[in-house]
């Protein structure tokens, strides 16, 4: 997904612009100048799929979706890993929002899959956030489609497991595909 940006425009947001700046104008109808962050149905779309679909910045990519209980894609599934939600607190103090993290497995959903290293962060609004949103657009339009369903998700290859340490290191789908092509190294081509 390619914008016309300025020079030296890098997307780095913080999760507390991420949240205020994003998420919170996404579900109150706001604009958003740029309005640079897409919406994908998460289902489906693998995360090596996702290059040319999100919004890109390095080896991150930035999209919104509808909050859903089901996370499988054609390949595999986002399972949950981590304790607990995290809070995203404004600079004020004040809970924002909520990050929850998800691993990506290859492989049917009640089965065993194998996991990888990609990553998804899966950020919503607090609680009382989404409900004042509801109430506020409910009063206004009560037909409308209710946007505070809507997460923002940023999805990259992780370099280490949950421990911090990379000894644990599991290969993605493409690392796999190219450690598997060594073979044609060997092979010399014409000049």
């Known amino acids: 997904m390619s914008f016309n940006m300025p020079p030296g425009f890098r997307f780095h947001p913080t999760d507390e612009e991420l949240v205020v700046h994003f998420l919170h104008r996404k579900t109150k109808l706001l604009p958003c100048h740029p309005d640079i962050i897409p919406d994908l149905d998460l289902h489906p779309y693998d995360p090596w799929d996702l290059n040319g679909k999100a919004m890109a910045e390095g080896s991150r990519w930035y999209?919104?979706?509808r909050k859903t209980q089901s996370r499988v894609t054609g390949s595999g599934y986002w399972q949950p890993f981590g304790a607990k939600d995290e809070?995203?607190?404004?600079?004020?103090g004040h809970i924002i929002g909520i990050r929850k993290h998800y691993e990506f497995y290859i492989g049917e959903l009640d089965s065993n899959g194998v996991k990888?290293?990609?990553?998804?962060?899966e950020f919503?609004?607090?609680?009382?956030?989404?409900?004042s949103t509801r109430s506020s657009r409910s009063r206004r339009n009560s037909n409308c489609v209710d946007h505070?369903?809507?997460?923002?998700c940023r999805v990259y290859e992780g370099e280490c497991d949950d421990d911090g340490?990379?000894?644990?290191?599991?290969?993605?789908?493409?690392?796999?595909?190219?450690?598997s092509m060594d073979d044609f190294d060997e092979i010399s081509?014409?000049?």
Do not use: A
């Not at 919503?124 to 409900?131: A, C, E, G, P, V």
């Not at 340490?165 to 450690?179: K, R, T």
């Open 116 to 121: 990888t290293n990609w990553v998804m962060q």
């Open 124 to 131: 919503r609004l607090s609680d009382s956030s989404s409900s």
């Open 165 to 179: 340490d990379d000894d644990g290191i599991e290969l993605s789908c493409l690392d796999e595909v190219f450690l």
């Open 148 to 152: 505070s369903k809507w997460v923002l």
């Open 63 to 65: 999209f919104y979706s």
């Open 189 to 191: 081509l014409p000049n």
């Open 87 to 92: 809070h995203i607190y404004s600079s004020s």
